[in-house]
């Protein structure tokens, strides 16, 4: 298997329809040899056509050397890599993907689980249901979805063996099949842990009514596959220093630190470009982020340690970064 830089070169195997606008692609590694090994909630960034890199999560069993299994929605309101997925990747081409990466694990010390899904949301949450299923353990699943021909993975949960533990909601169903968030959430448990993924507005609806009913931090387990920089009147230029070099590059207040860096000739290695992956993730020595991440949890931004310069900017006038 073809390894650079921590990359995989692979071949699409299989590219297959599952629902309305959601396709499966099917990763094998290019000389038939053993893929690394993954865990429930892990994901691959994807280098696509153009120059793309778009991050994918994993659903299908890690017990499966053989093969890593997306799945990938077309969203019209994307910045091209669900078109490119969909419009120019077809079987038998080759991609280079990264090693699994996973920030979304299952806490395996809980007692009970509670699995959230939304929409394509539910690639990674499918994963850990079934990673759940064979070990045993107490689970329970919740799927949203638009309606059933938009619902990926139906008949591979109907025929599981963990069926009965999930619960399919549909926006355009009857009322009475529709999720209620607050009488899920309204009771925290020591030894539950919470789950979800699935479009921005569904976690946050999700995550700010666990917090409102006292759900410990620790106990929510989260991963935006979706972001949205945001920009406010109230930005303003700033400076960051490399503490490596001493050297101050300027951010205006129209750039991220990521692209003033670059202008500047230093690199940093990016992949989302808004905030949700982690993977520029970077310490900060002095000074005083302004976060605009939706991957650090609260109090982790309180900390004020660490920030992701694709996104995040400064409330102090200068951010010395451990760079």
Known sequence: MSTTASTLSVRVARK?????????????????????????????????????????SLCNAPSESNRYLI?????????????AMHEQVEEGQMLEISTPNNHFPLAHEARRHLLLAGG??????LCMAERLANTGADFEMHYCTRSPERTAFRERIATSSFASKVNFHFDDGPN??????????????????????GPKGFMEAVLETAREN?????????????????????????????ASSGKVV????????????????????????????????TRVLQGVPDHKDMFLTPEEQAANDQFLPCCSRALSPRLVLDL
Not at 78 to 83: A, I, K, M
């Open 16 to 56: 297959h329809p599952e629902a309305v606008d959601i396709c499966t692609f099917e990763l094998v590694s290019a000389d038939g040899n053993a893929l690394p090994a993954f865990s429930a909630g892990s994901h691959v960034d994807v280098h696509l056509p153009g120059g793309l890199t778009r991050q994918y």
């Open 71 to 83: 799945g990938v929605l077309r969203d019209p309101a994307s910045r091209g890599g669900s078109q």
């Open 120 to 125: 394509i949301g539910v690639t990674p949450i």
């Open 176 to 197: 009475q099949q529709k999720i209620d968030i607050a009488a899920l959430l309204s009771t925290p448990a020591s030894g539950l842990h919470l789950y979800v993924c």
């Open 214 to 242: 006292g759900w410990p931090e620790a106990q929510l387990h989260y991963e935006f596959f979706a972001g949205t920089v945001t920009h406010s009147d109230s930005d303003a230029s700033f400076e960051v220093q490399l």
């Open 250 to 281: 300027v951010v205006p207040a129209d750039k991220t630190v990521v692209q003033a860096l670059a202008d500047a000739g230093v690199e940093v290695q990016v992949s989302c470009e808004q905030g949700v992956c982690g993977t520029c993730l």
